[in-house]
Every structure is written in C-alpha cells, then in structure tokens.
C-alpha cells in the first residue's frame, strides 16, 4: 500500500513538473534563465528556486541524521550552512558592484585562466556529488520502501529528471522548482503538524535532546560550518547562478527570504531525527527505514514524497549549472540546445555510475567540497572585500592547502594521511583540517597582497 501510494503520489509529481516546464527552448532560456517573452524571474520564483534547489533530498537527511546522533546540536549545525544565503548574497552584490557577471568574471580578470580553472575544477566535482547524493537517496528511499535494490528507482528518477531537464535547461529548473517547491512545502507541512500533534512529541525535550551519541560532536561541526559558511556559497553554482539573472534589488530580496524559510525547513526536518533518538529507535537505512517502524503510513509517505521532491528539483538545476558550466564558462561544448543537453546526459551518467560506489555517508560530500572551496575565503575577503591585489602565487597556495585538506579528509583511514592527523573523532578532525587551511590560505593571501 505504501509503495503504491508513494509511486503514484510521485508520478502525479513528475506530470506537474512536466506542465509546468517552457512549451518552447530558447539558447538564453536555456542557459540564462529567461522566460519565453526574454525577461528575467520573479522576486518569488527567485525565492523558491533557491530554497528548493538548496534543502536537497541529501540536506534534509543531513539534518535528521545529524539531529538523531547528536540531538539539536547536529541540526543546528547543518542549520547553519544556510546563512551561506547570507553570505552568498553579500558576496553576489559585491561581485556586481565591481561589474562582474559571475565568480568566474572576477577571478578571470584577476588570475586569469589559471584562476578561472581551479575555481571551475572545484565546482566541477562539486555538481557532480550533487547529483550523486541526490539519486543516491532516491535508491536509499526505493529499497527502504520497496525492497531490494534502489537502482532501478535511481535510473528512473535519472531519466524523468533528465528528460525536462534536457528541454528547457535553467529556465525549466526555474519553472518547475516553483510547482515543486509548493508541492515540497505542502507534504513536509502536513508530516510536520503530525509530529508535533503526536502525544510523544515534547517541544523542550527536542530543544534538549542529547542525541544518541551525545551534542559534543554537533558543536564541532557547528564550528566547522562557521569556518565555511563565507566560501561556501561561492562555490555553488546553483545559487551563484541564480544571483546574476535577475536586478540587484531583486536578488538581494531573494537571499534574505531564501535564508529564514531554507533554515526553518531544514531545522524543521531536524527534528524528526531528533524525535526518532528521543523515542529510542534503532538507526536503520539513514533513519528512513527507522522512520517506517515509528510514523503512521501516511506521515512516512509524506516524508517520503519530501525527499523525492528535494531530489528531482535540485537534479533540475545541477544539471543545467553543469550545462552553463561547460559551455559558458569552459566553452568545451557549442552554446546550442543540444551542446548544452549533451553536457547533462554526461552529468547524469557520471553521477548515476558514482550510486554504485560504496559510500554511503551523506555528509561526507559536504565536508570535501566545502573545505575545498575555503581557499575562496581569503581570496574574497582580501581582494573583493578589501580591494587589495592579490598575488597569483599566494592564490594558488591557498587553492593547494585547500584541495589537501579536502583529500586529507576524503583519505583520512589511508595510513599516510592518519598518520598527521590528530587522534580523535572525524569531525574534530575535520575541524583542526579547516582551521589550517584558514590560517594558511589568509597567511599566504595577506602576504602576498598589495593595494590595488
């Protein structure tokens, strides 16, 4: 019954999206975003694009897991990644105010190609775990639900996701994140009434709550995402995209509202987590076969349909940032339909191979990209912030301390690399890994910055 309910609610999904997508493609709909007549999105289309693009179907199981091992602190901490609309709308008004048209704009006229490069490399990998951790998930959802192996659920989800993807490019993404954010906001909506109408359900125990493993490792990691959140959105291209498409005043409006609905929905999905640790459930399939065993039918296919929304409205827009990518920016691919579709089916096939691959934790992703991006932070901070010149040497030295860091973390059980961490808890490790690529990336920036 539960998989029926869920494979029809999901169809339903899917054919709505598909109305909602352009009748017609244009080349600049395509990759910039324009409707049919050649304006520019809405204050609200803006809004819930960029929310639903950012709770992704990996963040909200991000959030509960993170709530259930270490109670509100780990919800909190994850929470805290969506000031990144904060910062990411300081540093988009910024990059306007000095006449860029994106990252890649200033770090070109800056660093030249070999600025533009590293910068696309990172956002490179970056859209790839995108689509990765998000089909992921669907097969996490599928064999939970289901039974068996989630892979074919994951090449349908690939293939419907694909499939309008490929026709309208950004301005699809845009369109259909609209319908599916509603739809999003109206399933999670009614789950979480039920979850806080539930007689086991306890307002300040949640604010309390412990964790199965204790908070102590939730505030680390609410450090680490406090390290991050400056660089982090910069090397999004999800959200720095969709900072450059529409006026300042509109934008600026945008990040701000997509800030406190983003942060509420993810602190919101944290507490299912939080709730299936205090009732004392077994962890079981990334919480969501724990979620089966604790919820009435009906409110697990709500969480569920959550998730597969989150999924198909951030594969949309990472695949068409991957096509804008590819063609506007490394100009590897024709500016045609058919360039920048060729650019997506790779995308997808590439992120649907890495399903098969063993590793199933979720934060992970986030851990590696967003301690490669930390070289961004001094970068910004001395040369957008400050208007100095920054030296292409000192770039590249924070660009490389980054990257290690992100492959010391990645690699942290190989022998060479635990060798010189510190003994303790991977996140304590992820944060001393942080704390060094700071130092050193600020270090080496300062030293080698003059007044421009």
Same mark, same amino acid.
């Given at each position: 019954m539960?998989?029926?309910a869920l494979?029809?609610?999901?169809a339903?999904?899917v ?5 909602a997508?352009?009748r017609r493609? +244009?080349?600049?709909? $395509?990759?910039g975003g324009?409707?049919e007549g #050649?304006t520019a999105? +809405?204050l609200w289309?803006?809004v819930l694009?960029?929310?639903t693009? @950012? ?13 259930y091992y270490?109670g509100i602190?780990?919800t909190?901490a994850?929470?805290?990644?969506y000031?990144s609309f %904060? ?9 306007r105010?000095?006449?860029?048209t994106?990252?890649q704009?200033?770090?070109?006229a ?9 910068y696309n490399i ?7 775990s995108?689509?990765? !951790?998000?089909l992921?998930v669907v097969g996490?959802?599928?064999a939970a639900?289901?039974?068996?192996s989630?892979t074919p659920?994951i090449?349908?989800v690939?293939?419907?996701g694909?499939?309008?993807?490929a026709w309208?490019?950004?301005s699809?993404a845009? =369109?259909?994140?609209v319908? *599916?954010?509603?739809l999003f %906001?109206?399933? $999670?909506?009614a !789950?979480?009434?039920? %979850?806080?109408l539930?007689h086991s359900?306890n307002f #300040? ?7 199965v493993?204790? +908070?102590?490792n939730?505030w680390i990691?609410?450090?680490?995402a406090a390290l /991050?959140?400056?660089s982090y ?5 999800v959200m720095?995209? =969709?900072g450059?498409?529409?006026?300042k005043?509109?934008?600026?409006r945008?990040?701000?509202h997509a800030? @406190?609905?983003?942060?509420l929905?993810i602190i919101?999905?944290?507490?299912f #987590?939080? /709730? ?9 399939? *990334?919480l969501i #076969?724990t @979620?089966? /065993?604790?919820f009435p039918?009906?409110? &697990? ?18 695949l068409?940032s991957?096509? =804008?990518?590819?063609v506007?920016? %490394?100009r590897l691919a024709?500016?045609?339909l058919?360039?920048g =579709?060729a ?6 096939l590439a992120?649907g191979a890495?399903t098969?691959w063993g590793n199933? +934790?979720l &934060?992970d992703a986030?851990?590696?990209s967003?301690t490669?991006?930390?070289f961004?932070?001094?970068?910004l ?7 100095? /010149?920054?030296a ?9 301390a980054a990257i290690f860091g ?9 022998p060479?690399f635990?060798a010189?961490l510190?003994a303790?808890?991977?996140?304590e490790?992820?944060l001393v ?20």
């Amino acid at each position: 019954m539960t998989a029926t309910a869920l494979i029809a609610i999901f169809a339903i999904i899917v054919i709505l999206s598909l109305i909602a997508a352009p009748r017609r493609a +244009t080349v600049n709909g $395509f990759f910039g975003g324009m409707s049919e007549g #050649g304006t520019a999105p +809405t204050l609200w289309v803006l809004v819930l694009s960029q929310v639903t693009t @950012w709770i992704f179907a990996r963040s909200l199981m991000n959030a509960a897991i993170l709530g259930y091992y270490y109670g509100i602190a780990g919800t909190l901490a994850y929470a805290a990644y969506y000031a990144s609309f %904060l910062s990411g709308g300081f540093i988009v008004s910024r990059l306007r105010e000095a006449g860029a048209t994106s990252v890649q704009d200033w770090l070109g006229a800056r660093f030249g190609s070999v600025g533009t490069t590293s910068y696309n490399i990172v956002i490179g990998l970056r859209l790839l775990s995108e689509v990765f !951790a998000n089909l992921l998930v669907v097969g996490l959802i599928a064999a939970a639900v289901l039974g068996g192996s989630g892979t074919p659920a994951i090449l349908v989800v690939a293939v419907l996701g694909l499939g309008y993807s490929a026709w309208g490019g950004l301005s699809a993404a845009l =369109r259909t994140d609209v319908v *599916q954010m509603l739809l999003f %906001l109206l399933a $999670f909506g009614a !789950a979480f009434i039920a %979850l806080i109408l539930s007689h086991s359900f306890n307002f #300040g125990a949640i604010l309390t709550a412990p964790g199965v493993s204790g +908070t102590y490792n939730g505030w680390i990691l609410l450090a680490v995402a406090a390290l /991050q959140v400056f660089s982090y959105p910069a090397h999004d291209p999800v959200m720095m995209d =969709r900072g450059f498409i529409a006026d300042k005043d509109t934008t600026r409006r945008s990040f701000l509202h997509a800030f @406190w609905i983003s942060t509420l929905c993810i602190i919101g999905f944290g507490f299912f #987590g939080i /709730q299936a640790s205090l009732t004392g459930a077994e962890y079981e399939g *990334q919480l969501i #076969g724990t @979620w089966g /065993q604790m919820f009435p039918a009906w409110v &697990f296919i709500l969480l569920m349909v959550s998730l597969l929304v989150s999924a198909l409205s951030t594969l949309d827009s990472a695949l068409a940032s991957a096509s =804008r990518l590819v063609v506007e920016e %490394l100009r590897l691919a024709p500016r045609t339909l058919n360039g920048g =579709r060729a650019v997506m089916v790779i995308f997808m096939l590439a992120g649907g191979a890495l399903t098969l691959w063993g590793n199933k +934790t979720l &934060f992970d992703a986030v851990a590696v990209s967003g301690t490669a991006s930390m070289f961004l932070s001094p970068v910004l901070i001395v040369g957008l912030v400050m208007g100095r /010149q920054v030296a292409l040497w000192s770039y590249m030295v924070a660009f490389t301390a980054a990257i290690f860091g992100a492959l010391v973390y990645f690699g942290r059980a190989w022998p060479s690399f635990a060798a010189i961490l510190p003994a303790g808890h991977k996140y304590e490790q992820l944060l001393v890994i942080c704390m060094i690529v700071l130092v050193t990336g600020f270090a080496t920036v300062l030293a080698g910055a003059r007044k421009g």
